[in-house]
């Protein structure tokens, strides 16, 4: 929503102070649609040149991601400590085989079922499950472990940036194809040079609305439309870290109670439970 609003706002504000100046609308209407398809085809024709195919549809559905806005809430916070809390107390009270029912059938699993948007998160339930499985392959060294989690870690968060990335790119590179469909409009605006002075000026104002979209474009919304996109990953992104983090408490042979503690005080200040809405959730949790 956010991003919508600043759209808006950039849209009423510059195009609202070039009327109030005095300045009027007809040239750049005029020339918007051409311009706009040289500009547009050609960021989009480079980009899909730049990237695999599904790199490319990944960016069109990123680009509804950053309107949405960030997955994971403080319910799904509070969620994943609970559903930590309790593997780990089946864990350390007997053993991982007592987990292999959850861990090797986790969609099928009563306790991974009572947290039904964890369940459907793929990167987060392979993450435990993966996790779990390390200790039952009894490769349990808690500093081996975490280095192997960060690596798994580091793969996800490269790979959900690349749309942000490309779009970064495009942004860099929209001001240049500006002036692409400006030089091409001097180039029309030269073969008409016997025209008269009004229909000269009226087509070199054309030829400079090339250069205008492009830097208009690229940093006021492709620019910003990645560095949101980025922010929401990296939100995001916590959410698998507290995993880890708890995990590697686990190996630590710390209580279930000190291992989603640590996990809670490494979830992002604005999603963070307190201590006691934890207490009440898990006492929720027991009670249902």
């Not at 649609?33 to 085809?41: A, K, L, S, T, V």
Request: a negative charge; proline letters at 5%; one cysteine or more.
């Amino acid at each position: 929503m956010n991003i919508i609003i600043g759209f808006i706002l950039v849209i009423a504000l510059v195009f609202g102070g070039f009327l109030l100046s005095g300045g009027e609308m007809g040239p750049i209407l005029h020339a918007l649609p051409y311009e706009g398809m040289m500009i547009g085809g050609a960021s989009l024709g480079a980009y899909v040149a730049a990237n695999s195919f599904g790199d490319v549809i990944g960016t069109f559905k990123a680009v509804f991601k950053s309107l949405k806005g960030p997955k994971w809430k403080q319910s799904d916070y509070i969620d994943l400590l609970n559903l930590m809390y309790g593997l780990t107390k089946i864990y350390q009270r007997d053993g991982v085989l007592a987990l292999d029912e959850h861990i090797e059938n986790p969609h099928d699993s009563a306790i991974f079922s009572q947290f039904p948007r964890i369940q459907h998160d793929h990167h987060a339930i392979d993450l435990i499950t993966d996790s779990f499985r390390m200790l039952a392959l009894q490769f349990d060294d808690p500093f081996q472990t975490e280095d192997v989690i960060n690596k798994k870690l580091k793969k996800h968060h490269h790979e959900v940036l690349v749309p942000a990335h490309g779009l970064q790119t495009v942004a860099d590179g929209l001001p240049a194809i500006g002036i692409v469909a400006a030089v091409l409009g001097v180039i029309k605006t030269m073969g008409s040079i016997d025209k008269p002075p009004a229909v000269l000026g009226e087509m070199i104002g054309g030829a400079l609305v090339g250069t205008f979209l492009g830097v208009f474009l690229a940093y006021c919304f492709v620019a910003p439309l990645s560095g949101r996109l980025t922010a929401i990953e990296e939100q995001d992104g916590a959410f698998y870290n507290v995993i880890r983090d708890i995990f590697v408490a686990i190996l630590h042979d710390h209580s279930p109670t000190i291992c989603v503690e640590i996990g809670r005080g490494n979830i992002p200040t604005i999603l963070q439970p307190s201590f006691y809405e934890m207490e009440e959730a898990r006492t929720d949790l027991a009670e249902a």
